[in-house]
């Protein structure tokens, strides 16, 4: 007998691959006018059961960040951006430093790119993740036990960056610009954090944070059965901070008090969230929040552009954990110390969804 949610006759590894070799991506799938899904894509009825934002709450916070140079204003910025990474772990911010003008043009790049035709994006289209440029359907294909509607184009762009001439040239000029523009607002970010938990001054950017990073352009086409997959399943970040830009397509959501809520559209804003990195040093001052991309049910495709910053992963051997600043007796260590490959080969281990990384290095 069959096992319990298996077909007779059905090859899901073959169907996965044959896929993969086609390279044209669920945009090709979505472009070529199906009305049904491929069976890999179709998520479990536990994962389906709870499409639904179920939050009434008005979203996360929204942070000017204007007044920074003025004495008055950024204490008040600080406590927000600190109180927000507490509690929330995800935020907005506006008035950045970013015209509103680059935002919309690196939106518009890597639209275009995704929108080319397959034979022109299949020469970008690898799986060799940790380096250089990677196109692919879903980075974990192969790890997953169901694939998501999205394809994404990831570039590594510090501490080891990837030949410019390597990056497609639709969208050349915007990722190399984009990745300046959101190292610049990590580093308010991050500054304006270690001011909220009262660390040194540049204490994260002289610890490398804003020195690795990882762009990532995904796509999210028009899918037709959006109640039977996912846009991106619900996990954390891994890293220690994540900016992401997002077009007018909503379909972003955090979890919030148990709650799923949606992430809306802000025109101009810039979303800031906490990965696990800098939940685990900060002993749980910031929070690192499971979020998700519901499949797109809107003709226009979903577009974001995600920078993760990281501990520099080449350093294999110094330990990480809990920044001995923020420890007392009432707040003890909640994680263990650990080093990169350890980070590493749990995150590899875990897979994508779930919120074990953190859960592993508990004390
Ligand atoms: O597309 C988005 O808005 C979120 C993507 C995301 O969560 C990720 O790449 O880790
Ligand atoms: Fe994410």
């Excluded at 004495?71 to 927000?80: G, T």
Aim: charged fraction near 25%.
């Amino acid at each position: 007998m069959a096992a319990a949610g298996a077909t007779v006759g059905y090859d899901r590894m073959k169907e996965v691959n044959e896929f993969d070799n086609s390279k044209i991506g669920v945009k090709g799938l979505s472009d070529s006018g199906i009305a049904t899904i491929p069976k890999f894509f179709v998520h479990a009825p536990e994962t389906l059961s709870d499409l639904k934002s179920s939050s009434s709450c008005t979203g996360i916070p929204v942070i000017d960040l204007s007044g920074l140079k003025s004495h008055l204003d950024r204490p008040k910025i600080v406590e927000q951006i600190r109180e927000a990474a507490r509690t929330w772990g995800f935020f907005q911010v506006i008035n950045h430093g970013v015209p509103v003008s680059v935002l919309d043009e690196t939106i518009a790049a890597i639209k275009k790119f995704h929108e080319q035709p397959t034979e022109v994006k299949a020469k970008h289209y690898v799986r060799e993740e940790g380096h250089g440029v990677m196109y692919a359907s879903n980075n974990d294909l192969y790890r997953s036990k169901a694939a998501t509607w999205h394809d994404s184009l990831q570039v590594w762009t510090s501490p080891e960056p990837a030949k410019v001439e390597d990056i497609p040239a639709v969208c050349q000029r915007e990722v190399v610009e984009w990745d300046m523009h959101a190292k610049n607002v990590a580093e308010t970010v991050m500054e304006l954090l270690c001011e909220g938990l009262g660390l040194e001054t540049g204490k994260f950017k002289d610890l490398g944070y804003t020195d690795t990073r990882v762009f990532l352009g995904h796509c999210y086409p028009y899918c037709p059965q959006p109640d039977l997959t996912m846009g991106i399943i619900s996990h954390t970040d891994y890293g220690v901070l994540t900016v992401l830009l997002q077009n007018q397509v909503q379909g972003l959501q955090v979890k919030h008090r148990d709650e799923w809520v949606d992430v809306k559209p802000l025109h101009g804003g810039l979303i800031i969230n906490i990965g696990d990195f800098l939940q685990i040093i900060s002993n749980d001052e910031c929070n690192s929040v499971q979020h998700r991309v519901l499949a797109n049910s809107s003709e226009e495709p979903r577009i974001s552009i995600v920078e993760f910053f990281n501990a520099d992963r080449r350093d294999e051997s110094t330990y990480h954990g809990p920044l001995p600043e923020l420890l007392s007796p009432e707040k003890p260590a909640i994680y263990r110390n650990f080093t990169m490959r350890d980070f590493h080969e749990n995150f590899f281990s875990k897979g994508i969804d779930g919120k074990s990384l953190v859960e592993k290095l508990k004390l």
